[in-house]
């Protein structure tokens, strides 16, 4: 792991997500970009002192001398440390999994993809929400002609806990997000905004063509944005609204998705992910739950029975899980498994990418229609 060190929230998701289904362990990392304190961090994690770094050359270095270097590097730094870490990473030889956005830029986000291609290395973006065994039913409820042809698609990721200025307080996590020397040019469309633009895509199996945005800072002398509204156009003409907004009064992490059609509409809510509505024209209003009938397919495994809710780790899990399948089919040189195709790879974080780019170039033009 190259990042993830103390006080790091996504670290420990990432390391509780991997441990989950047992196909990954922990045997070293730069925890941090002060050597100090990555020793530290090893510490905290019982790493073998000898494989806890003080930097991502180090690591590097160390693990490609010794015959059980690692195999996969999980990247989950600051934004604007994700690509050189990645690069660096794939051409040594090690698959990686970076968390979003995959990078600051689209320039570096196609040169990402093609270290992946040339290295033969598997490049994948931690879009986590496409690992709730819904959402994956929702997508097949979709290929299979259950909504007929799709006209509307409506997504939002709200949350307030930026409301007030915590960057200013020496809150960790919103230094590092509202600054653009670390998260990049984007605040908010770039952190939640690109989770909810690609649950659109991955579900209704569109890809928006174009789009116009505005984006804008609620606070105060906040350099990066806080809250941002955009049009959608997809292929073949459906459009749509995409809202992410982190001061959005009274909302904890309320990432929705609504996709209507000419039969049937579908509606998804995280925060109750055990649970999706299909609603016909004309009939009473489905709810379809969690591995009961209609749910279970191999794209959307179970782990635990029916009454116990899966949530965020699970669905985390998912991801590392298929990338681990991925990995494998790649080593044996045999055909992954169908799940393990879904998950998110270097090609999906450069669309995230291109999105966050795509809007900020369309609110800076005063909302106008640019090509993505």
């Not at 090893?42 to 195999?71: F, K, N, Q, T």
């Not at 890809?207 to 806080?226: E, H, I, K, M």
Request: hydrophobic residues 40%; charged residues 25%; contains cysteine.
């Amino acid at each position: 792991m190259i990042g993830g060190g103390r006080d790091a929230f996504i670290g420990a998701v990432h390391r509780m997500a991997a441990r989950l289904d047992d196909r990954y362990e922990l045997v070293a990392g730069a925890l941090s970009s002060d050597p100090e304190r990555a020793r530290q961090s090893g510490r905290d994690l019982r790493l073998d002192p000898e494989r806890s770094y003080g930097s991502i050359d180090a690591l590097i270095e160390g693990e490609r001398r010794r015959d059980d270097g690692v195999d996969v590097v999980s990247i989950v730094t600051p934004n604007h440390l994700h690509y050189a870490a990645a690069r660096a990473c794939l051409e040594a030889g090690f698959h990686v999994i970076c968390d979003k956005p995959m990078t600051t830029t689209v320039t570096e986000a196609e040169a990402l993809c093609a270290a992946a291609e040339a290295a033969g290395r598997v490049l994948a973006v931690t879009y986590n929400y496409s690992g709730y065994p819904l959402v994956r039913a929702a997508r097949e409820l979709v290929r299979q002609g259950e909504l007929g042809p799709i006209h509307r698609v409506q997504v939002e990721y709200l949350q307030d806990w930026l409301l007030e200025p915590l960057e200013r307080t020496g809150n960790k996590q919103a230094s590092w997000r509202t600054d653009p020397a670390r998260s990049g040019p984007a605040g908010c469309i770039g952190d939640i905004g690109t989770h909810a633009f690609q649950l659109a895509e991955f579900v209704t199996g569109l890809r928006v063509r174009r789009l116009a945005g505005a984006v804008t800072s609620v606070v105060p002398d906040r350099p990066v944005d806080d809250d941002a509204q955009v049009l959608l156009e997809f292929d073949g003409g459906a459009r749509g609204t995409l809202w992410a907004s982190q001061v959005a009064t009274g909302h904890a992490n309320g990432l929705r998705l609504r996709v209507y059609g000419r039969r049937a509409a579908l509606e998804w809510c995280q925060e109750d992910p055990n649970r999706l509505y299909l609603r016909p024209f004309g009939e009473p209003a489905r709810e379809l739950v969690r591995a009961g009938p209609g749910t279970a397919s191999p794209t959307a495994p179970i782990r635990i029975p029916p009454g116990h809710p899966e949530g965020f780790l699970e669905a985390f899990a998912q991801i590392y899980r298929d990338v681990a399948d991925r990995i494998e089919a790649l080593e044996h040189g045999t055909p992954p498994p169908e799940s393990a195709l879904l998950a998110p790879d270097g090609r999906e974080g450069l669309r995230g990418v291109r999105f966050v780019a795509a809007v900020l170039a369309s609110s800076a033009g005063g909302m106008r229609w640019v090509e993505l």
